[in-house]
């Protein structure tokens, strides 16, 4: 069998290891002689007679306690409970969730064990319809970019009227570092002169026109007629803002636009289709609204497009580590007293 160090053996084993040093000494022969035949640890076999004569297993078990230090403590796991259970958290993902407790106070807990608790209570599932992004695609080339209005892009989407066939125009304009929408439009007309005010609107509420001409936005688009008319040309070359194009069919190219109108389209409070340009009008101002002020971005660190724009993003994250931190401290502190005297209130 060779020697026995640094194996891991089975209870049965360790058994019959016992048994045969117990028949050795009924020989004559000691244990220490024993496991010196059989090269294996004298205090490893004092240690499984020692848990034998207690009436324990000999079976192996991981090392260390048994939870860990920092585990939640009840009042978290109520808390992620009872917001999740709130109507207005009802639509929210688990990371939205857990970062809208961050932000509000309520909780510091992470987003695994957001999902772990809302999933064994059985209050995971798809929120919206819809179907999961395959995974595939491939973003194209970008230089890098590192703060707001260095690359805009813009887009135009249908939206369904009563009338089949007969469909309103919703134009969008997105900064892609922070996400924000700096502009939108609604209209009945698919033209190049609605893309030029889309844009023209922009540049005055961002001021683009005070930044020297090195500094301005390039504009990334589709390669509709629309997009690639002269007019839209001519007002970019005015302003020295290098255009940009996607490559025919691969909408994987202006990506933050098409996810924008995904997110519109798939919002619970979606209509679904329009009476009229005023409708649409007044629903996309008050979603809009919400979703630069309100909505925590995946992609930027959950944190809104109005605070990644406004060079927040990094405040607010350390602000949140910083408050996980503290409460991690806050766990081990308490699980250690428990640890220690088990009747203690704390």
Same mark, same amino acid.
């Given at each position: 069998?060779?020697?026995?160090?640094?194996?891991?053996?089975?209870?049965? *084993?360790?058994?019959? *290891?016992?048994?045969?040093?117990?028949?050795?000494?009924?020989?004559?022969?000691? #244990?220490?002689?024993?496991?010196?035949? =059989?090269? *294996?640890?004298?205090?490893?076999?004092?240690?499984?007679?020692? &848990?034998?004569?207690?009436?324990?297993?000999?079976?192996?078990?991981?090392?260390?306690?048994?939870?860990?230090?920092?585990?939640?403590?009840?009042?978290?796991?109520?808390?992620?409970?009872?917001?999740?259970?709130?109507? +207005?958290?009802?639509?929210? !993902?688990?990371? #939205?969730?857990?970062?809208?407790?961050?932000?509000?106070? =309520?909780?510091?807990?992470?987003?695994?064990?957001?999902?772990?608790?809302?999933?064994? !209570?059985?209050?995971?599932?798809? /929120? +919206?319809?819809?179907?999961?992004?395959?995974?595939? !695609?491939?973003?194209?080339?970008?230089?890098?970019?590192?703060?707001?209005?260095?690359?805009?892009?813009?887009?135009?989407?249908?939206?369904?009227?009563?009338?089949?066939?007969?469909? =309103? %125009?919703?134009?969008?304009?997105?900064?892609?570092?922070? $996400?924000?929408?700096?502009?939108?439009? &609604?209209?009945?007309?698919?033209?190049?002169?609605?893309?030029?005010?889309?844009?023209?609107?922009?540049?005055?509420?961002?001021? *683009?026109?005070?930044?020297?001409?090195?500094?301005?936005?390039?504009?990334?688009?589709?390669?509709? $007629?629309?997009?690639?008319?002269?007019?839209?040309?001519?007002?970019?070359?005015?302003?020295?803002?290098?255009?940009?194009?996607?490559?025919?069919?691969?909408?994987?190219?202006?990506?933050?636009?098409?996810?924008?109108?995904?997110?519109?389209?798939?919002?619970?409070?979606?209509?679904?289709?329009?009476?009229?340009?005023?409708?649409?009008?007044?629903?996309?101002?008050?979603?809009?609204?919400?979703?630069?002020?309100?909505? %925590?971005? !995946?992609?930027?660190?959950?944190?809104?497009?109005?605070?990644?724009?406004?060079?927040?993003?990094?405040?607010?994250?350390?602000?949140?580590?910083?408050?996980?931190?503290?409460?991690?401290?806050?766990? $081990? /502190?308490?699980?250690?007293?428990?640890?220690?005297?088990?009747?203690?209130?704390?």
């Amino acid at each position: 069998m060779g020697a026995i160090k640094g194996k891991h053996l089975s209870e049965l *084993i360790k058994v019959q *290891i016992l048994t045969l040093i117990d028949t050795s000494q009924d020989q004559g022969v000691t #244990i220490q002689r024993a496991c010196s035949v =059989l090269l *294996i640890s004298y205090r490893r076999v004092m240690r499984w007679k020692g &848990i034998a004569r207690s009436g324990l297993a000999l079976t192996d078990h991981k090392p260390g306690p048994t939870e860990a230090l920092h585990r939640l403590l009840w009042d978290e796991i109520e808390q992620v409970k009872q917001m999740a259970s709130q109507e +207005a958290y009802a639509d929210l !993902s688990h990371r #939205i969730l857990a970062v809208t407790a961050w932000d509000q106070g =309520l909780f510091h807990v992470c987003f695994s064990s957001v999902y772990r608790i809302l999933k064994s !209570s059985h209050m995971m599932g798809m /929120r +919206a319809p819809g179907r999961h992004h395959n995974g595939r !695609s491939v973003a194209p080339f970008r230089k890098e970019i590192t703060g707001p209005n260095q690359r805009w892009c813009w887009d135009v989407s249908y939206l369904p009227t009563r009338v089949r066939g007969i469909f =309103l %125009y919703f134009y969008l304009l997105l900064d892609e570092f922070s $996400r924000k929408a700096l502009q939108w439009r &609604i209209s009945w007309q698919h033209t190049a002169a609605e893309g030029g005010l889309l844009i023209e609107g922009a540049l005055g509420d961002e001021n *683009i026109l005070d930044l020297p001409e090195s500094q301005r936005p390039e504009i990334l688009s589709d390669r509709g $007629r629309q997009m690639k008319a002269k007019s839209i040309k001519r007002l970019c070359e005015d302003h020295q803002m290098p255009q940009m194009f996607a490559r025919p069919r691969t909408p994987n190219d202006n990506p933050f636009a098409e996810s924008f109108f995904s997110t519109v389209k798939r919002a619970p409070q979606y209509p679904g289709f329009f009476v009229d340009d005023q409708q649409a009008k007044e629903y996309m101002c008050k979603y809009i609204d919400w979703y630069n002020h309100e909505h %925590y971005h !995946s992609a930027i660190d959950y944190v809104t497009p109005q605070q990644a724009h406004l060079g927040l993003r990094e405040t607010i994250v350390e602000r949140r580590n910083h408050d996980k931190q503290i409460q991690r401290v806050r766990r $081990r /502190r308490i699980n250690q007293q428990i640890i220690i005297n088990p009747l203690t209130k704390i």
